[in-house]
Nanobody
Framework: QVQLVESGGGLVQPGGSLRLSCAAS????????IGWYRQAPGNRRELVAQFMNGDDTKYTDTVKGRFTISRDITKNTVYLQMNSLKLEDTARYYCGGFQDRVGNSWGQGTQVTVSA
């Protein structure tokens, strides 16, 4: 099973920026879907942004124009650049993906707290 390790979370003021990284233990090209999800206390885990079917990307409406997903295949790493952070972006952010014949994989998550 592939391992996904997130980093880059932290405490930031509203309007600030963070970049999250997700390092995979093997090629991220093997994922048909890979991206970022988040879960706030009391809420369900939700999609933030993902790559699917190659280069296609999908964002949840609340982050469009503020967050950007990218990847470096040579480093087996997926990134999430988060700008103009809002209080409601506070959550634990998870890297997750799907591989054929393997199924779903999840990282342990990294906490993002937006607070004044």
């Amino acid at each position: 099973q592939v391992q996904l390790v997130e980093s880059g979370g932290g405490l930031v003021q509203p309007g600030g920026s963070l970049r999250l990284s997700c390092a995979a233990s093997n090629s991220i090209s093997s994922f048909s879907i890979i991206g970022w999800y988040r879960q706030a206390p009391g809420n369900r885990r939700e999609l933030v942004a993902q790559f699917m079917n190659g280069d296609d990307t999908k964002y949840t409406d609340t982050v469009k124009g503020r967050f950007t997903i990218s990847r470096d295949i040579t480093k087996n790493t997926v990134y999430l650049q988060m700008n103009s952070l809002k209080l409601e972006d506070t959550a634990r952010y998870y890297c997750g993906g799907f591989q054929d014949r393997v199924g779903n994989s999840w990282g342990q998550g990294t906490q993002v707290t937006v607070s004044a």
